[in-house]
């Protein structure tokens, strides 16, 4: 089991390109969601597949459990998907000792771009990337359980 600490911003620009290492496609979809857990299921580059337990009601600190799954058995569980299957790109970018996850959705949820900082530590405001918009940590309508079950929140870009 891992302790998930993360923090989840909106991207304001297109700056973080720069920094960006190669993208990775990610495909993914709930099997469970409720507000305290979810089952999710998570495809790499039509490659590889990740069954992934979360547990925890904290908007930022949750348990995580995640395990190497046949992709042919991920592709199978789609058909049970709850909702929408989320299709976005993965970048990772590296910025004052910190990497970011950049997710650039697609699809139903296109437009929205989300960056993901997960750290033991709690880091300044001052030391995040300037291309970094509005924190949404513990909005649950940016939890990708939620975007799968509900879509984009009304206050997304």
Do not use: C
């Not at 720069?18 to 495809?43: H, K, T, W």
């Not at 039509?46 to 190497?68: H, P, Q, V």
């Amino acid at each position: 089991m891992v302790k998930e600490v993360e923090r989840k911003f909106l991207v304001a620009d297109e700056r973080w390109r720069a920094d960006a290492e190669p993208a990775g496609a990610l495909r993914q979809f709930y099997l469970a969601a409720a507000p305290d857990r979810s089952v999710r299921v998570r495809i790499k580059d039509g490659r590889s597949a990740r069954l992934t337990l979360k547990f925890g009601a904290g908007a930022r600190e949750r348990d995580e459990f995640e395990y190497d799954l046949p992709l042919g058995e991920a592709r199978e569980m789609e058909r049970f998907a709850l909702g929408n299957v989320i299709e976005k790109t993965r970048s990772l970018v590296r910025h004052d000792g910190h990497v970011y996850e950049v997710d650039v959705f697609a699809g139903a949820l296109a437009g929205l771009v989300v960056a993901e900082l997960e750290t033991e530590a709690e880091v300044p405001d001052a030391r995040l990337p300037g291309w970094l918009g509005r924190e949404v940590t513990g909005e649950p309508g940016y939890y990708n359980a939620a975007l799968a079950l509900e879509g984009l929140p009304d206050a997304a870009p």
